[in-house]
C-alpha cells in the first residue's frame, strides 16, 4: 500500500502551551493524528516511575505468571509476551500493571484541563473514559514491535470510537521505538486484521512502516490519535527501557460492539454486534453529563 499523503510531523504539531484548541481538533478531524508536545510534561517523571516500580514487580512475580491466550499474565495483570532469541529472559513485558487504580499521578493527568478542552472538541460535550488507562513498555536490547494496526481491530465502536492520547514517558526516537501513524488512514474504513507477534495488526504484505510517519518526542509530548488511525510502533535497539502511557476517550454514549485480540476471536465476535449494549459499558465521565437515553441505547 503506497504512502496515503504526503504530511509531515509539522503538519500535525502543536505545543501545550496557549493551545488553539480548534485547530487542534481540525488537524485531528483531517488527519485522524495530532502532536501535542510537553501536554503530559506536568506528570511523567512520577508516571515513569510508577511505570518502572510495576515493571519491576511484575519480573519478580513471573514464576507466578499463568498462561493465557495472548501471552502470559503475572498476578499484577502485567501481560508478558514472548522474547526474541538472544534476550536474557524467555518472556518480555508488554503491557504493564500501571493503570488508573494504581497509579494517582496517571489518574490525574487523564483530567488534564487542556487535554479534556481538546478531546471535549473533538468528541462532543459528554465525554467518559474508556478502559483503565494502559502504559506499555517495550524492554531494552530487542523490547517488541507494535505491529501497524487500527486500535478498532481490538474495540470496535458503534459510533465514532475513542480518541486516544499515547505520551512518551522518556525520549523517545528511531532507535528505541517512536510511534509511527499513518495520517488520514481513519478514513479508510475497518481494515482487515490478522495475528501478528504482537496480536491483531495490519497484514505486513499490505502496509510497512514505509507507508507510516515515525513522530519522535520527549517526555511529556503526547499523540492523539483516531480509533481508526493505523499507528504501531518498532522494536526498542536501545540500552533503556522505552514507556507510554495511553488515556482513552469516547462519547459517553458510545461503546464497543467488537473485541478482540487475534483473528478468530474478531471473527467470532463479528457474529455478536446486534447484542452489544451500552448498559455494562459506564467510563467515568471527565465532562458533561451521562444521559439515561444513551444508557438504554442498544
Ligand atoms: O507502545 C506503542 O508504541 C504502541 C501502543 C499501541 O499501538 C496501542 O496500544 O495501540
Avoid at 11 to 37: C, I, K, S, T
Avoid at 135 to 154: N, R, T, W
Avoid at 241 to 267: E, L, N, Q
Wanted: charge should be negative; proline fraction near 6%; glycine fraction near 8%.
Amino acid at each position: 500500500m503506497a504512502a496515503v499523503t504526503g504530511v509531515t510531523v509539522a503538519d500535525l504539531e502543536f505545543q501545550a502551551a496557549n493551545l488553539d484548541v480548534a485547530r487542534a481538533a481540525a488537524v485531528y478531524r483531517e488527519h485522524g493524528a495530532l502532536v501535542v508536545r510537553g501536554l503530559m510534561q506536568p506528570y511523567v517523571d512520577r508516571i515513569r516511575a510508577d511505570i518502572m516500580q510495576a515493571v519491576d514487580a511484575a519480573v519478580a512475580l513471573l514464576p507466578q505468571a499463568r498462561q493465557i491466550d495472548e501471552g502470559w499474565s503475572t498476578p499484577d495483570g502485567t501481560l508478558f509476551i514472548p522474547a526474541p532469541a538472544g534476550f536474557h529472559r524467555d518472556r518480555q513485558v508488554m503491557v504493564s500493571s500501571c493503570r488508573y487504580q494504581t497509579s494517582a499521578e496517571f489518574f490525574r493527568s487523564a483530567f488534564d484541563p487542556t487535554a479534556l478542552d481538546l478531546v471535549e472538541a473533538i468528541l462532543g460535550p459528554d465525554v467518559e473514559l474508556f478502559m483503565n488507562g494502559q502504559c506499555l513498555v517495550k524492554e531494552p536490547v530487542g523490547g517488541h514491535a507494535k505491529h501497524l494496526h487500527q486500535d478498532a481491530g481490538y474495540f470496535e465502536h458503534k459510533y465514532e470510537g475513542p480518541c486516544a492520547i499515547l505520551s512518551y514517558a522518556v525520549p523517545t526516537d528511531l532507535v528505541n521505538g517512536a510511534l509511527y501513524v499513518v495520517p488520514g488512514s481513519h478514513k479508510l474504513g475497518m481494515l482487515r486484521h490478522v495475528d501478528t507477534t504482537s496480536h491483531l495488526g495490519l497484514d505486513p504484505a499490505e502496509w510497512s512502516w514505509d507507508d507510516a510517519l515515525p513522530i519522535c518526542g520527549e517526555p511529556g509530548d503526547s499523540i492523539f490519535f483516531h480509533v481508526k488511525t493505523i499507528h504501531g510502533s518498532p522494536s526498542n535497539h536501545s540500552q533503556g527501557p522505552r514507556p507510554v502511557f495511553i488515556h482513552r476517550y469516547r462519547a459517553a454514549a458510545d461503546y464497543v460492539v467488537i473485541s478482540a485480540t487475534s483473528a478468530a476471536k474478531r471473527a467470532a465476535a463479528e457474529q455478536h454486534v446486534a447484542a452489544a449494549k451500552k448498559e455494562n459499558q459506564l467510563g467515568f465521565m471527565v465532562r458533561g453529563t451521562r444521559r439515561w437515553e444513551d444508557r438504554t441505547d442498544g
